[in-house]
Structure formats: structure tokens, C-alpha cells
């Protein structure tokens, strides 16, 4: 599996060191292990979670870090951690809320903050419409709700300057196409996941 990980990372264009990919397995080692008992995934076959979650999410890291990774990121929805912990294992210069209205994730979330040592990462138990925290350079989603929804419940927590950084599959036509006049859609980009079979792109989007 290491290995695995190792050839996405490289084809991905990252150079992760041994202490990250340690931290990129100990990580999914405890998804399957939580998850027994808190169905934080659907996914429970160890090489699909690798796939679908683990280079999935990592599939980001390159395009965060080209457009300038943040001093504060907050990953919406963020359920199992994804791709909040991915960030944070990857970005340790970056301080990644993983927020989540299920109180079990974010409790997982602390527990893998707390096991692999990261400062960096923290679980926040809110409705991120009710939550009261100081704004971030970047806000991400994935698979958390519509563009519309996603840029509606989190634009007072953006920083000046700051961008939203939607994980999607196919290309959302519809949904783009529903977005208020406010909200600009700079860059729609597509990923090729190591792996994975299937269509993914960031829509990247700043309020006007």
C-alpha cells in the first residue's frame, strides 16, 4: 500500500517525505478502524480507500499549494476528515479546521489530530452557519453540499482576499450555472487522480 501511495504522490507531482506517508497511512489505518463503529465512510475496502479518499483528496494538495497555500483553511462537511487531514499532513504550514455537524467526526477528527501529532489540525463541532471563528484563506468542500448552499453557509467565515475550493466530480454545469451574480467562478480545474476511473475538478470561486 505504501508503495501504492508513494507512485500517486510522485505522479501527482508531489515530494512527500517519509514522515508525511507515515502519517498518510497511520491516517487511514484509523479511518478503517473508526469506522467499524462510526460509519464515517461508505468505503470499506482498504485499497478503494486508498483510491477514493486517500489520492483522491490528495489530488488537491499541488493545485492549493500552487495557488498559494493559506495560513488558515477550513474544510465544510468535513466528515472523515477529507481532505482536511490530507491538507494538513501535507500542508503543515497551513491550520485546517475540519468542521462538522456530526459531534462522532469531529471527535475522530481530534483523535487523529492527537495520534499523529498535528498541531495543525483540529475537529469543530458546529452548523458552520452558527459557527463564530476568525476567517480563512481558503474554504473547501467535498461532496458537502451544492456550490450555491456551499458559498451561501460559509461566506462571512472568508478572509479578504480569500477563495472557495469546491471538490466536484463531473464538471457541475447546473450548479455553476445557479450561483449568484456575486459569486465569481475564476477557474474551473480539472484533476486526473491516480487510480481513479472517474471525472474530478476543483471549481475555484471568490465572492465579487
Known amino acids: 500500500m505504501r508503495d501504492t501511495l508513494t507512485a500517486a504522490a510522485t505522479e501527482l507531482g508531489l515530494e512527500l517525505s517519509d514522515t508525511q506517508l507515515d502519517q498518510l497511512l497511520a491516517y487511514l489505518a484509523l479511518l478503517q478502524k473508526w469506522n467499524k463503529v462510526y460509519n464515517l465512510t461508505a468505503v470499506r475496502d ?3 480507500m486508498l483510491s477514493h479518499h486517500l489520492v483522491d483528496s490528495l489530488s488537491v494538495i499541488a493545485p492549493l499549494q500552487k495557488h498559494g497555500a493559506p495560513a488558515r483553511l477550513m474544510d465544510v462537511g468535513a466528515g472523515g476528515g477529507l481532505p482536511g487531514v490530507v491538507i494538513a499532513i501535507c500542508c503543515r504550514g497551513t491550520d485546517v479546521s475540519c468542521v462538522d455537524a456530526v459531534a462522532k467526526k469531529t471527535t ?7 495520534e499523529l501529532k498535528l498541531p495543525n489540525l483540529h475537529g469543530v463541532h458546529s452548523r458552520v452557519e452558527q459557527l463564530e471563528t476568525e476567517p480563512f484563506g481558503v474554504i473547501t468542500s467535498r461532496a458537502f453540499a451544492s456550490l450555491v448552499d456551499f458559498t451561501r453557509l460559509t461566506r462571512q467565515h472568508l478572509a479578504e482576499g480569500a477563495v472557495w475550493m469546491a471538490m466536484k466530480g463531473q464538471h457541475p454545469a447546473d450548479e455553476i450555472a445557479a450561483l449568484p451574480a456575486d459569486v ?3 477557474h474551473v480545474e480539472q484533476l486526473a487522480v491516480p487510480g481513479l476511473d472517474a471525472q474530478r475538478c476543483i471549481i475555484w470561486m471568490r465572492p465579487k
Do not use: E, G, S
Open 46 to 48: 482498504p485499497a478503494q
Open 108 to 114: 475522530f477528527i481530534q483523535q487523529v489530530a492527537a
Open 184 to 186: 465569481d467562478v475564476f
